[in-house]
């Protein structure tokens, strides 16, 4: 009875926790003195009582509110690949909604403003029907309380990981002057420079121009001419890669190219950043099995591979984060889980198998990061196994603003290297401040 009457205080005391440790990282002390890795935010403070997963918590949490308030330092700065990090946000953000709403987020993105009031009037509202809705689901086995303060003060969901990786490399970007490592976001020069570097990128063809006529035209009508990129044209013309035997094995007849994206991080990011190839670490790999009939793996089943057996574990989707419009109030689920164990265009046997070479795999893309862009904190690597034996694994791209695409990954792992980086770029905003 004291655990339901103490409730509205302790779900009252964690907003307040969120909007007074926001405030602090916004624009109080927070704002203007080094980052802490053991808090400077009083309750979030560690503390000599506190077990290990309350240790956890407070950091993820002290983590996940400075990123928030630095978005608005970030807000009208340039970024690596648009004019501000407004419109990298607004064009990210555009077919992305909060399960269940249809709204999309790039809606809140527009105007510094109307971002500030969603995350003070609409995001806590939103963590609370999240915080009922699993309770509900679970028949009253959640604890009301502890999943509203994860939701608040330490989100896990997919999109909450994918804003913070993109945080990070934003402010990191920014502060150290855009270095050329960030230049391989852009696919050519990612080909380029994988060729150069030795690195086995996906094959691109050296013909001029290719010409693509409509079925439907008549006479000189319906023609396009695409120019390739080595000629100094916008297209990249490249060889049709096919999935390997195994690949396909696990797929639908006709699925499209399914790839593999391994998130990988690396500490020569952080200071002067030690060049080695041991400061780079794969964290995550993420089967995307293709569906029937998809032009693209971008519509997928999502298979978690363990990076430490290649085991492949139950696979899940994040497409109820992008159903927008009216219909997804009431069509839309708010969550999923890794229940798929079989592919479902065709009942497939996907879960308990073996990713072949998962270590090659996983060093080539640790490698690749150290060769081709040490400095950037995280790198999210689309990787193919082919059908060609003269070029059995491959990259397509790398991602720098990367999301896990709901892969598992050493939690604590991840959180130490955040904490040691927004340390490190806390010092460089502050000597900034201090320039400006």
């Known amino acids: 009875m004291?655990?339901?009457?103490?409730?509205?205080?302790?779900?009252?005391?964690?907003?307040?926790?969120?909007?007074?440790?926001?405030?602090?990282?916004?624009?109080?002390?927070?704002?203007?003195?080094?980052?802490?890795?053991?808090g400077s935010f009083a309750p979030l403070r560690e503390t000599e009582q506190d077990d290990d997963t309350t240790k956890e918590f407070k950091q993820h949490a002290r983590i996940h509110l400075f990123s928030l308030a630095s978005n608005f330092y970030l807000y009208h700065k340039p970024h690596y690949r648009k004019s501000s990090y407004k419109i990298d946000l607004v064009d990210?953000?555009?077919?992305?909604?909060?399960?269940?709403?249809?709204?999309?987020?790039?809606?809140?993105?527009?105007n510094r403003w109307v971002g500030l009031g969603y995350l003070f009037c609409v995001y806590p509202k939103i963590c609370g029907i999240a915080a009922v809705h699993a309770w509900w689901k679970s028949r009253g086995q959640t604890s009301l309380h502890q999943e509203y303060a994860t939701r608040l003060l330490a989100p896990d969901d997919w999109f909450s990981y994918w804003r913070l990786n993109c945080n990070v490399v934003g402010l990191h970007a920014l502060l150290h002057d855009m270095p050329d490592d960030y230049d391989m976001e852009n696919k050519w020069t990612f080909l380029q420079q994988g060729v150069a570097r030795g690195v086995p990128v996906s094959p691109f063809l050296s013909s001029p121009a290719i010409v693509v006529k409509h079925r439907n035209e008549e006479g000189g009508m319906g023609i396009f001419f695409y120019k390739n990129a080595l000629e100094g044209g916008d297209w990249i013309i490249q060889e049709r890669i096919q999935n390997s035997d195994w690949v396909s094995?696990?797929?639908?007849?006709?699925?499209?190219?399914?790839?593999?994206?391994?998130?990988?991080?690396?500490?020569?990011?952080?200071?002067?950043?030690?060049?080695?190839?041991?400061?780079?670490?794969?964290?995550?790999?993420?089967?995307?099995?293709?569906?029937?009939?998809?032009?693209?793996?971008?519509?997928?089943?999502?298979?978690?591979?363990?990076?430490?057996?290649?085991?492949?574990?139950?696979?899940?989707?994040?497409?109820?984060?992008?159903?927008?419009?009216?219909?997804?109030?009431?069509?839309?689920?708010?969550?999923?889980?890794?229940?798929?164990?079989?592919?479902?265009d065709g009942n497939i046997p996907v879960a308990g198998s073996i990713v072949p070479n998962?270590?090659?795999?996983?060093?080539?893309?640790?490698?690749?990061?150290?060769?081709?862009?040490?400095?950037?904190?995280?790198?999210?690597?689309?990787v193919v196994l082919s059908v060609d034996p003269a070029l059995p694994v491959c990259l397509l791209e790398v991602n720098l603003s990367c999301n896990f695409f709901r892969g598992s990954f050493d939690k604590k792992v991840y959180l130490d290297f955040i904490d040691d980086s927004f340390a490190d770029l806390q010092i460089r905003r502050l000597e900034a401040d201090q320039k400006h």
């Open 2 to 38: 004291g655990q339901v009457l103490s409730l509205p205080f302790r779900l009252l005391n964690t907003t307040l926790t969120f909007y007074r440790g926001f405030f602090h990282y916004w624009c109080g002390a927070g704002r203007h003195q080094p980052y802490q890795r053991e």
């Open 92 to 110: 990210n953000l555009r077919n992305v909604a909060v399960p269940g709403t249809g709204v999309p987020l790039s809606l809140f993105a527009w």
């Open 249 to 344: 094995k696990h797929l639908p007849p006709n699925a499209p190219l399914s790839t593999f994206r391994v998130i990988t991080c690396s500490r020569a990011s952080i200071g002067s950043g030690e060049m080695s190839p041991k400061q780079v670490v794969a964290l995550s790999c993420v089967f995307r099995a293709g569906r029937a009939g998809a032009a693209t793996d971008h519509d997928s089943i999502l298979f978690d591979v363990d990076v430490q057996t290649g085991k492949i574990r139950g696979g899940t989707t994040n497409a109820h984060w992008y159903q927008l419009g009216l219909s997804a109030l009431w069509s839309c689920p708010w969550r999923s889980s890794h229940s798929y164990e079989s592919h479902p």
């Open 358 to 382: 998962i270590t090659e795999m996983l060093r080539l893309v640790e490698e690749s990061h150290y060769k081709m862009c040490p400095r950037v904190p995280f790198a999210g690597w689309d």
